[in-house]
C-alpha cells in the first residue's frame, strides 16, 4: 500500500534539522513504507536581531509551523521542546516525545566560571542562564547572544564574550559533543524540556496522531508533562527565570526546580515526588515555590494560567 507522503514542518537550524531527521527515522523504522517528507521554514525567531523577549517570545518560534499546521500545508511539526510555549493554540497537540538528550548545560569558553576574570563578559539571551551565572559571578556582565548554536559559538570565538552556555543536547545532536564542560544538573538546574524533542499536530488528526504514537517515549513525554504543568501554574513568561527537571524513579516523578530574580541575587528552590501523569503535583510544587519566593521572584511569576 502506497500512502501520500506525510509533511514533517521544521525549522532550518542545524539542530532543527537533526531533530528532524531524527524524528523522520524514528517513523520510518516504526512504519515500514511510510513516507516522510520535510519541509523546512524559517521562523520569526531566527530572523530576530534583538532579545526575543522583547519581539514576541517563544511563540516567534512556532507561529509559522503552528499557522502551516492548521492549514493543513504540513502534517506535523518537530520542536525543541524548550522552544514550545506553555500554552498552545487551540486545535495542536503534542503528540509525541522522542527519547531525551543530556539535561544539562554546559560552561563554553572557560572550564569554570570561578575561572573568569572580575567583570568578565557572559554571552547569553536566557533569563535563567543569566540568574544561575550572576548568581556565582555578581561581578560580572551578561551580554545578549541570540542565534542558533553556531551563531553564538562564533560570537564567542570573535571575542564577543569571555564565556557562553549552551544545552549539551543540542550539542550532541549536531555532532559536536567536545565543546564545553558540562554543569552539574543538582545546582545548576536545566531549562524545563530541556533535551525533549517534542512533536506536534493537529488535535483532531487522528490518523497522525495514531502513527506518531508509535514513536513516543512515554518517559520522556511525562517528564515533559510534569516540567510544563509547572509552568503553567507558575504563570511564568519567556522574561521569567525558572529551572526545572524531573528525574525519574520507577512509576514516580520527582520534580526539581528553582526561580531566581533576573539578578540572580534571590533564589528558591524545592522538589517534589509524585507518581508519574499526575497534574497535581507539579501545580503543588508550583503554590509551594511562589509562596516562599521574595518578591524580586515573585514579581515575574503571575501564579496558575490555562487549565
Ligand atoms: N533556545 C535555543 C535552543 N532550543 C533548544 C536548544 C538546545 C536543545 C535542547 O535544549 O533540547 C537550544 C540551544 C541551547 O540552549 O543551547
Known amino acids: 500500500m502506497t500512502h501520500r507522503p506525510l ?39 531566527d ?28 502534517d506535523f511539526a518537530v520542536h525543541s521542546a524548550k522552544d514550545v510555549e506553555t500554552i498552545r493554540p487551540d486545535g495542536i497537540a503534542i503528540a509525541a516525545v522522542l527519547p531525551r538528550e543530556d539535561v544539562r548545560d554546559v560552561l563554553v569558553g572557560v572550564a569554570s566560571l570561578s575561572d573568569l576574570p572580575p567583570g568578565a563578559r557572559i554571552g547569553t539571551s536566557a533569563p535563567r542562564r543569566a540568574a544561575l551565572a550572576l548568581h556565582q559571578r555578581p561581578d560580572c556582565e551578561v551580554v545578549t547572544f541570540r542565534g542558533n548554536i553556531q551563531t553564538r559559538l562564533a560570537k564567542l570565538a570573535a571575542g564577543e564574550a569571555d564565556a557562553t552556555l549552551l544545552a549539551l543536547a543540542g550539542l550532541n545532536r549536531t555532532g559536536q559533543s567536545t565543546v564545553g564542560t558540562p554543569l552539574d544538573p543538582g545546582t545548576w538546574i536545566p531549562a524545563p524540556g530541556q533535551g525533549c524533542i517534542a512533536i506536534e499536530c493537529r488535535a483532531d488528526d487522528e490518523a497522525t496522531r495514531a502513527t506518531l504514537a508509535a514513536i513516543d517515549d512515554a518517559v520522556s513525554n511525562e517528564a515533559l508533562h510534569a516540567e510544563r504543568r509547572l509552568l503553567a501554574a507558575l504563570g511564568g513568561n519567556c522574561h521569567s527565570p525558572v529551572a526545572a527537571v524531573s528525574d525519574r524513579h520507577g512509576d514516580t516523578i520527582t520534580l526539581r526546580a528553582a526561580l531566581f530574580s533576573p539578578d540572580g541575587q534571590q533564589r528558591v528552590d524545592g522538589s517534589l515526588t509524585f507518581p508519574a501523569r499526575d497534574a497535581d503535583g507539579p501545580a503543588a510544587l508550583a503554590a509551594d515555590l511562589l509562596a516562599r519566593a521574595a518578591p524580586a521572584i515573585a514579581e515575574h511569576f503571575a501564579g496558575p494560567q490555562g487549565d
Do not use: C, F, N, Y
Open 47 to 74: 530572523r530576530v536581531t534583538g532579545s526575543l523577549a522583547d519581539a514576541g517570545g517563544k511563540a516567534l518560534w512556532t507561529k509559522e509551523l503552528d499557522a502551516w499546521l492548521l492549514a493543513g500545508t504540513i
Open 7 to 45: 509533511k514533517l514542518g521544521t525549522r532550518r537550524s542545524p539542530l532543527a534539522m537533526a531533530q528532524a531527521e531524527e524524528a523522520r527515522d524514528r517513523l520510518l523504522a516504526a512504519h515500514p513504507g511510510l513516507a516522510v517528507e520535510i519541509v523546512p521554514v524559517t521562523a520569526s525567531g
